[in-house]
């Protein structure tokens, strides 16, 4: 017996709900990037590595989703959930690390911020999308 599909959430329910968690997820990608080249350019003890170097190629995953966060891609925002997780592991690992601890600490909590803006955008606006076609 199959069962009943549940019903989308309204409009007027959704709308915010998109709304924030896109601003949210915006502001943490973007604040995600900002730590990156800061702590590389001013903290940072790369032990000779050029910095742009290092820069680059930590910066190349956000990169390659960059456009379609900027323009509101839920699908962009999906893939953003796979990869910031490179980042959320960076930052346990960081976080063990008595020098770079505060750095750690705060990779890990703005990936996590991201990771779940990112994932309820994707749902929501998805959802938004299927409830304005007008499926019920």
């Not at 702590?39 to 379609?68: E, K, Y």
Request: proline content about 6%; hydrophobic content about 55%.
């Amino acid at each position: 017996m199959a069962r009943k599909p549940k019903p989308l959430p309204s409009l007027e329910w959704l709308t915010p709900r998109v709304k924030l968690s896109r601003a949210i997820s915006l502001a943490s990608f973007i604040g995600l990037a900002v730590l990156l080249v800061v702590w590389n350019l001013a903290f940072a003890d790369l032990h000779g590595a050029r910095t742009w170097v290092v820069v680059s190629i930590q910066l190349i995953p956000l990169l390659l989703v960059a456009p379609g966060m900027i323009s509101g891609s839920p699908r962009a925002h999906a893939w953003t959930c796979f990869i910031v997780n490179i980042y959320f592991i960076q930052g346990v690992l960081a976080a063990i690390n008595p020098t770079r601890m505060v750095y750690g600490w705060l990779e890990a909590i703005i990936s996590l911020t991201l990771f779940i803006s990112a994932l309820l955008y994707t749902r929501w606006a998805y959802q938004y999308g299927r409830k304005a076609a007008g499926e019920s």
